[in-house]
C-alpha cells in the first residue's frame, strides 16, 4: 500500500467527515450487533429464512449438513433450484419482461466519427437467447448435467449468456480470464478436464486486437480432452486459423436453431456444482474453488440486497472483469438474480479518453457503483476535470473491493464521485468465499458508516482475528482473520477444491481448525473489521491475486534461471508489485536482454498481470545455513529496510548484492523523479 490504512489514520480521518448524510438512517451499532448475536444464536433458521426468499423447485429438507470429506458442508440439502431460471425465467413471468437486464458497451474508437457499440438486452430476450444456446449446447455439443466446459472469453454480452446455458442444463464451467497467457488457459482446462473451449476471435483493448482465438489454439495442443474450439465472432477476423475437425463457429451453430426453443432448466441439487474458479495460492499450482448452487444463490440475493441495497429502479455497474470471481458474483448471477440492470464494458478504464468510466455513469445514470482501490488509485493522478466535466448525481451508493481501501482513494470516492452524497463502503470477500462476508450494509439501513473499514460481519456470518496461537486477540489487536463457521457460497461439495479434497483442508484449515482466510485483520470495539492485507507469500497486484512461489517458479522453469526469489514491494497504484531476483545457471551467457527475456517468459507462461516489475540478477540468494531462502531478508532488502537478524545466514555477501540492487534502483527512480 502507498498508504497503510492504519487504524489509527482512518480513525482519525473519519473524524474530520461529517457523517450527517448518513444520520437519516437510523444508524445504530447496538442496534446491528444484537441482530447479528441473533443470527448467529439461531443460526440454521436465520439461513433457512433467507433461503426461502428464494424460488426453489423442491424445498430444502435441511439447512446444513457435513459433506464427505472434512470441512466440506452441503447448504440446504435436498432443496433443487436453477440459476438460469433465477435470473431469467422468474422475471420474464413479472413486469421485468422488457426491463435491460445487460447494458453492454464495446470499446468505443478513437475517432469520436464512429458510432458508439452498444447492446441493450431485455430479460425477455437475455431468456430467449440463453434458452438457444442451451439447447445448442444439449443437441449439437451433446453437453449434459456434470460435463465441464471451459470459457476463454471478453468482457461481451456471450460470456453471460454461455454463462447461464451452462447453468440452465447443470454444465460445470470454467471461466479463464481473457488476460491469462495459453499456459495458465491449458492448465485450467486440464485440471477441469473440460470437453469444450469457447473462446473468440478477439477482442478490443485500448485500440488493438487482443487475439483470443490464436491464444487458444496454442493452448489446446496440450489439451487432450477439449474435442472442439467454439469460436464466437466478436471482431470478425478472416485470418484465424480454423481446423475445420476441430474449431466450430458459434453463429453457425446457432443459426438454425429456433427462436422460441424452450429448455427446461434442469432442476438441480442445491449441492450441484456450478462452477469451478481457479485462483492463486502459496504453491506454484492454481486452485480450483468449487462453487455450489444452493448456497450460492442465497449469499448472492442476501448481498445484493444487504450490501447494494439493489431495487427496480437501479443501474448497477460493477468495473470488475467476469474472469474474475467478482465478475461471477457481482456482474453476472448477483444483479440478474435481483432483476437488475447490469453494466458490462469493453475496453480499458482510461481508453480513447481518461474519461471513459465518468463518461458511461452519466450516459447510462448509473446508480450503484462497485470498483477497485487500485482503478481509483490511478485516477486520481490524473486531473480532477475528466471526473468533474460529467454529471455523476445519479450514482447512490458506491462500493470498493480488492484490497484494503487507503484513506485517499476512500475521499476521492467520497467527495469527487460521489459528492458526498454517498456511502462507500469497502467490502472484503474472497474468491474462496464466493459473496461478501463483511460490509457495511446500507441495504439494511442498520449500519454506521466508519471510512476505511470493511464494516462488521454480515448477519449470519461469525469471523474472528486470532494470534499465532490461535487465541482470539483484543479488540484493536491485528491478528489472522479466519471465518468460524460454515457460510453459503463457501467452496462446495464433494471436495472443496476440485480434485484435491486434503490440499482443501490443508490450505485452510490446518492451522486454526477454522477457515483461514490468509488475511491480517483488527476488530475494533464497535466490532468492525479492517482487513490489513495478506499475512501470506499471496500478492495482491492491482487487487489480483499473484503467488510469490508461482512466479518462482515460472522462473525457474526457465533454462537460464537456477533459482529465484519474489517478493512484493508497495507500488503507488497497483498496491503492490512483485519484484524478482534470480540466479542464473552456471555457464549460461544470459546477454544484456535477459530481464527483458524473462519477462516475455513469464508473459507467456502466466499473463501480464503477473509482470514484476523489476527482475534483478545476482550471484547467489540469501540463504539460511539449511539451504532454505531467506525470504523475510529479501523482503527488507527491496524495500530498503534494515535486515533485522541474519545470524542464521550462510553468506552474508548475497545481502550486499541485494542490497547494492536495491540502491540502484533507488538512485534510478531519483534521477527519473529529477528529469
Ligand atoms: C483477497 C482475496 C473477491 C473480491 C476480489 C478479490 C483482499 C478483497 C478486500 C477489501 C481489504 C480485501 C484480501 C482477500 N481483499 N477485498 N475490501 N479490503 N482486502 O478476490 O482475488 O480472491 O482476493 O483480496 O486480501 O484475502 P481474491
Not at 460435463?147 to 447443470?170: F, T, W
Not at 524473462?598 to 508473459?603: E, M, N, P, S, V
Amino acid at each position: 500500500m502507498s498508504e497503510n490504512p492504519s487504524i489509527k489514520e482512518t480513525l482519525d480521518f473519519e473524524e474530520r467527515i461529517v457523517l450527517s448524510e448518513w444520520s437519516h438512517r437510523n444508524c445504530s451499532v447496538a442496534e446491528y450487533q444484537k441482530m447479528h448475536g441473533d443470527s448467529l444464536a439461531k443460526f440454521e433458521n436465520f439461513w433457512a429464512s433467507i433461503a426461502n426468499e428464494l424460488e426453489w423447485f423442491k424445498p430444502f429438507e435441511k439447512v446444513l449438513e457435513p459433506g464427505e470429506y472434512p470441512n466440506v458442508y452441503k447448504w440446504f440439502v435436498g432443496g433443487r433450484l436453477n440459476l438460469s431460471y433465477l435470473c431469467l425465467d422468474r422475471h420474464v413471468k413479472t413486469h421485468r419482461k422488457n426491463k435491460i437486464a445487460i447494458i453492454w458497451e464495446g470499446e468505443p474508437a478513437k475517432s469520436s466519427n464512429e458510432p458508439l457499440e452498444v447492446r441493450q438486452i431485455s430479460y425477455y430476450e437475455l431468456w430467449r437467447l440463453v434458452n438457444r444456446v442451451a439447447y445448442l449446447m444439449r443437441h449439437k455439443l451433446g453437453l449434459k448435467k456434470g460435463d465441464r466446459i471451459a470459457l476463454y472469453m471478453p468482457m461481451i454480452p456471450e460470456l453471460p449468456v454461455l454463462m447461464l446455458a451452462a447453468a440452465r442444463l447443470g454444465v460445470i464451467f470454467t471461466q479463464v480470464f481473457s488476460g491469462f497467457s495459453s499456459e495458465a488457459l491449458s492448465a485450467r482446462v486440464n485440471d477441469l478436464g473440460a470437453r469444450y473451449l469457447f473462446t473468440t476471435d478477439g477482442y478490443y483493448r485500448r485500440g488493438n486486437i487482443i487475439r483470443t482465438k490464436d491464444i487458444a489454439d496454442k493452448a489446446i495442443k496440450d489439451c487432450p480432452t477439449v474435442e472442439k474450439i467454439v469460436v464466437i465472432r466478436r471482431i470478425g477476423l478472416t485470418d484465424i486459423n480454423i481446423d475445420n475437425n476441430r474449431d466450430v463457429f458459434f453463429d453457425e451453430l446457432l443459426k438454425d436453431v429456433p427462436y422460441n426453443v424452450y429448455v427446461e432448466p434442469e432442476q438441480l441439487e442445491s449441492t450441484d456444482a456450478l462452477y469451478v474458479i481457479y485462483t492463486s495460492g502459496t504453491t506454484g499450482k492454481p486452485k480450483g474453488i468449487i462453487r455450489d448452487t444452493g448456497g450460492y444463490a442465497v449469499i448472492l440475493n442476501a448481498t445484493m440486497k444487504w450490501i447494494f441495497d439493489i431495487t427496480d429502479e437501479d443501474i448497477y455497474w460493477c468495473t470488475a472483469d467476469i474472469g474474475w470471481v467478482t465478475g461471477h458474483s457481482y456482474i453476472v448471477f448477483g444483479p440478474l438474480m435481483s432483476g437488475a440492470t447490469t453494466l458490462i464494458f469493453e475496453g480499458a478504464p482510461d481508453y480513447p479518453e481518461p474519461d471513459r468510466w465518468w463518461s458511461i455513469i452519466e450516459r447510462y445514470g448509473v446508480t450503484i457503483f462497485y470498483t477497485s482501490p487500485t482503478a481509483v488509485r490511478a485516477f486520481m493522478r490524473l486531473s480532477p476535470d475528466y471526473v468533474k466535466k460529467h454529471d455523476l448525481s445519479t450514482i447512490r451508493l458506491i462500493h470498493s473491493v480488492g484490497e484494503p481501501i487507503n484513506p485517499s482513494a476512500w475521499k476521492w470516492l467520497f467527495e469527487l464521485i460521489g459528492n458526498k452524497r454517498c456511502p462507500v463502503g469497502s467490502t472484503w470477500w474472497m474468491t474462496e468465499t464466493g459473496g461478501i462476508l463483511i460490509s457495511h450494509t446500507p441495504g439494511l439501513k442498520l449500519v454506521p458508516l466508519k471510512p476505511g473499514t470493511n464494516g462488521p460481519p454480515l448477519p449470519g456470518i461469525e469471523v474472528e482475528v486470532l494470534d499465532e496461537e490461535g487465541k482470539p486477540v483484543k479488540s484493536g489487536v491485528k491478528g489472522y482473520l479466519v471465518i468460524k463457521k460454515p457460510w453459503p457460497g463457501m467452496p462446495g461439495p464433494p471436495t472443496g477444491m476440485w480434485g484435491e479434497p486434503e490440499r482443501y483442508n490443508e490450505v485452510y484449515f490446518s492451522r486454526f481448525g477454522y477457515f483461514f482466510t490468509g488475511d491480517y485483520a483488527i476488530k475494533d470495539n464497535d466490532g468492525y473489521v479492517w482487513v490489513l492485507g495478506r499475512s501470506d507469500e499471496v500478492l495482491k497486484v492491482a487487487g489480483h491475486r499473484i503467488g510469490t512461489y508461482e512466479l518462482e517458479s515460472t522462473l525457474v522453469a526457465h533454462p537460464y534461471v537456477a533459482e529465484a526469489a519474489v517478493v512484493g514491494v508497495p507500488d503507488e497504484i497497483k498496491g503492490e508489485v512483485p519484484i524478482a531476483y534470480v540466479v542464473l545457471k552456471t555457464g549460461v551467457n544470459p546477454g544484456p536482454n535477459i530481464q527483458t527475456e524473462l519477462k516475455k517468459w513469464i508473459r507467456e507462461k502466466i499473463g501480464a498481470i503477473a509482470d514484476p516489475k523489476n527482475i534483478f540478477v545476482v550471484s547467489r540468494l540469501p540463504k539460511t545455513r539449511s539451504g532454505k531462502i531467506m525470504r523475510r531478508v529479501v523482503k527488507a532488502l527491496a524495500l530498503g529496510k534494515p535486515v533485522g537478524d541474519i545470524t542464521t545466514l550462510e553468506d552474508e555477501s548475497a545481502v550486499e548484492e541485494i542490497k547494492a540492487a536495491y540502491e540502484a534502483l533507488a538512485k534510478e527512480l531519483e534521477a527519473a523523479k529529477k528529469t
